[in-house]
Nanobody
Framework: QMQFVESGGDLVQPGRSVRLHCTIF??????????IGWWRQAPGKEREGIAC???????YYSDSVKGRFTIYRNGALNALNLEMNNLKPEDTAVYYC???????????????WGRGTQVTVSS
C-alpha cells in the first residue's frame, strides 16, 4: 500500500510563495505508471484536486491554481514538489498528495491519505 508524506507548509503573506514536498513509499512507486496529484482541503470545504503529474511529465491543473502553481518531480519517481506562487488567502488549506495506483491525471481520489501539510495565507 502506498504511503504519502507531505511537508513544506507555512504561514505566509498574500503574494508570497511556498514550495511543498511529497514523498511516496510503497507498491508500484518504482514504475509509477500512474498520475500523482495534489489535493487541498480548506476549513468547511470538500477536498479538491488541484494539480497532477503523469509519469511522462504531462500535467493537469485546476482553474483555481492554473498559472500560479507548478507540479514537478523532484529528481525521482517517488518525490515531487508543488511550487505555489502569488498565494491568496483562499489558498489557505491543508495540502495532500496522493494517487490511486492506476489512473492517469486527473486522479479522481487517492487510495490513501497522509497527514497533509498546512498552508496559511494571511496578512
Amino acid at each position: 500500500q502506498m504511503q504519502f508524506v507531505e511537508s513544506g507548509g507555512d504561514l505566509v503573506q498574500p503574494g508570497r510563495s511556498v514550495r511543498l514536498h511529497c514523498t511516496i513509499f510503497g507498491y508500484g512507486v518504482d514504475s509509477a505508471n500512474f498520475g500523482i496529484g495534489w489535493w487541498r482541503q480548506a476549513p468547511g470545504k470538500e477536498r479538491e484536486g488541484i494539480a497532477c503529474i503523469n509519469n511522462d511529465g504531462t500535467t493537469y491543473y485546476s482553474d483555481s491554481v492554473k498559472g500560479r502553481f507548478t507540479i514537478y518531480r523532484n529528481g525521482a519517481l517517488n518525490a515531487l514538489n508543488l511550487e505555489m506562487n502569488n498565494l491568496k488567502p483562499e489558498d489557505t488549506a491543508v495540502y495532500y498528495c496522493g494517487a490511486d495506483g492506476f489512473s492517469s491525471c486527473p486522479v479522481p481520489i487517492s487510495a490513501t491519505w497522509g497527514r497533509g501539510t498546512q498552508v496559511t495565507v494571511s496578512s
